[in-house]
């Protein structure tokens, strides 16, 4: 297996005609083979989270120390993805967006947002930005209460603001865009509000919106038939979000956009696929035109959405693929055409699905999910929170294994009739958590075509945050409780770690500045499973973030 | 002018402007319903960020199980306004709902008792038993409005005396209601309706409208004087907005009918109501002397207030415009002290369960007899629950309703129709 890099040897010419300080889409495109700076969320347009740096290795790394902490001022959960270029980080929080001197942790600026006192209800499960894009000198985030606006990434300024829709009927954003092909992407969040769920392009220049492609057909429209619910109208609130960022192949100019669950969550009163909810969307930058879809889990009861990276690798010779799936399987696809190629199980139980029929990719189901459909009471695995939640797996060339924070729970579960209601709870459903004895979570080695398990590191209380791996054979994360740990990405040994204070559910990446590697993560506990979850051994984990650099001691 | 000033003492000083119904649920029945409304409403606004029934490690969010009981009013203007990362649902969240919640909340989840929960309601049984010589006309003669029921109109933001409930009511004009029901062998119904605290609002002629309107059976909280019962004060008028009405443009006038009454069942006073900073008790209006008198615009009590209080206070008091925020604002220190109906003082503690206000012992000798309304030409009907209501009064129920409500009681007094008011019928302060 070989993993692919976009090293565009002919765009590196155009690249130097660009103003110097510019972040062209060919700087984009070689984020991954470009160290010194990080571009684009999740190392890489392909998202692997795997960087070639090697200074900081197994042998050295339990002298890894912190070199700077910057607080971030806020209590929220933090899940930010830091934005690197040229010496200046910059990160964001619900609240705010700052440039820091990377090297040193010092404020260059902090530019604060603000929003109506309604706007946190219309989050469903944390109160959380995940990140800047960077294009030209500009910086595009996106804001709770579901606008797109523009920096500049000298002072701060805000140089354009568009509002996508009003929050106040249950759409917020918290995805970090996409800077694809010259178009800002953006999803939006609320799918479990009543939403119709869409992803959009904006003009980087203008902040005018130039496409939406709604993940929830209206009569007529292509996927249409799979909503066939008497009334007709199930598919107005028919979820279908798009709330973390899509991965984008420059040489296919393909956006790999996941969907999320298909609402209210009682699949009985829609029947039908409810096609493009649980889905990945194949889509043309420019225009927002599906090239082809893959639905994950059609009429889905679970709130299995599938909006996790769509990590873009190269499995024998086929461009591909890899997804791990909120409901319990890793899913491997060809790009170019979404065809299946395997699916197997990644977490320790699934109770909902026996597999998945790699004729016609769709899962088979076990009399749970007909119960469940039918309204009768059942308990499921994995829960709604997923086999894996929100926080990005990485998958090293090194190894060839991609490294997931998984969840180990279940949940009891009976749908109810829905009642709609703007902007609150969606849900159609009672549940609650089914807890097992011991481990309620794993960060895991699986092989990603066979679902085999290298090694995994139980925890009681689960990571949820990001996961890092490296050419000095180590793989980065965090737990809930606040230890930023090192793994030996062969063995699964810890080798390191550091208590930062706060709860991670952040992403880490690593840099590199003349010469030096750096690891960065932001801390700062919350979100869906502290939020959620009501774990109470958290209790004694105090909320507040930081941005946390660590690098080898000097000379 | 001075019928209108009786009004507002007896009515308008009672109705909310507070959308929140803010008394506890009355009995054992209805605070299970309210609960389960709690439950669902619970997981649809506030489970994602203080957890699943309720478990939370508090750190992401306020950990609910911690939250004090005694601070309801708190928890309300958290929840409507925000507070802090707490967004605000005031523009959603229904008033039945901020209740249902407090009660989930107050209840640790439904996993402990309602703080203060009333005893299980003591009336009916011991009326019924007590009642076997009245021999009131059988249920069969009354002819209702509801078959089988008693229906009775009442305001359903009427605080200490009627607060609309999700399932049944609240208050003592509630409680009082459901025991005579009781006692007449029929069941409950209450049609609800809006005490609006409008100037052109007569709530004579509203009582008279509910009732020829078919309504209800009877009208609580009526009092009695002369020109509030009899022949109708005017050819036609406009019944309050009530529960379920049709939704229309134009306002609906009924022709009215005769009114009659049952005997009285409680007893509206006037009474001096002090602020935080007066230490001391106060016997009369005489004592005022010396502190920043309030006085609510065109009250029966504003009247006797710049009547009876000392002239060099009077000539310093301060006007306001009559309705609930007056106590607030003798709360937040804008004045001393007050002369206010009783009821609006029990009305003001239901909404501020940490009031630091004082209602004195002292009452003013002119009261009003309070008693139902009925239609002059079903006079079975109002005399069944005339009896009832005898039955109750004999038998020290009224109090002991009074009292689980914790409202300041009074029996009524002889005789029970007030006439006109004089002028010297202000002065007789002792």
Redesign the interface.
Known sequence: MKFERYALAGALALSLAAPLAAQTLEDLAADADTPENVLTYGMGYGQTRYSPLDEVDRSNVDGLAPVWAYSLAD???QESFPIIHDGVMYVTTHAATMALDALTGRQLWKSMLDYP?????V?????VNRGVAILEGRLFRTTLDAHVIALDAETGEEVWRTRSIDFKDGYSMTVAPLVADGVVIVGISGG?YGIRGYIEGYDPETGQRLWRTYTVPAPGEPGSETWQDEAGDAWKTGGGPAWLTGTYDPELNTTYWGTGNAASWNAGVRPGDNLFTSSVLALDPKSGEIKWHFQFSPNDPFDYDATNEMVLTEIEGRKAIVHANRNGFLYVLDRENGELIAANQFVEEVNWAEGVDLETGRPIHTQVYHDAVAGEPVTHWPSALGGKNWAPMSLSDQTGLAYINTFNFGMNYKAVEPQY?????F?GA????EWPDGHRGALRAVEPTTGEVKWEQRSDIPRNAGVLSTAGGLVFTGAQTGEFEAFDAETGDKLWEFQTGS?IVGQPITWEHDGRQYVTVVNG???VY??????????S???GGNVWTFALPGE | MMRRTVLRVLIGGLAPLAPALLAPPAGASELEAVLAKGVSTYRTFCSHCHGVDMVSAGTGSYDLRRFPLDQRARFESSVMDGRGDMPAWGDILKPDELESLWVYVATRGGKEPYPDAPEAAPPADDAETDDSAAAPPAPSDLDPVAEGRLTVCLARNGGALSGWRHEGGSGFDYRVAAATAEAMGLDLAVQWFESEPEEESDPVKETYALLAKGLCDLVPAVALYEGALGPPPAENAAPPRWDDMPTRDWVEFVPLEPVAATRPYMRAEIGIVTGPKVGRAIEGPKDLAGLDLGVQQGTLSGIIALTEAPQATVDASVTFNPGPDFLWKLEGGAFDAALVDVAAFDFHRRQNPVSLLTLHDWRHPLGFNIAMAGLERNPNLIAAADAALADLAASGVLEELAEAEDIHYAAPREPWMQRRLTRRDLRRAP
Do not use: K, M, N, Q
């Not at chain 1, 006192?117 to 209800?121: I, L």
């Not at chain 1, 989050?123 to 109160?127: L, S």
């Not at chain 1, 209601?421 to 709870?425: H, L, N, S, T």
């Not at chain 1, 502290?530 to 209790?539: K, S, Y």
């Open positions: 209590t929220r959960g006192a309604e706007t946190p209800r989050a469903c499960c944390g109160i479990e209601r703007a902007g609150v709870f849900f009672e549940f609650s958590w709860g506990g919350g979100a502290v939020l959620f979850g009501g774990d109470e051994r958290l209790a984990v105090p909320p």
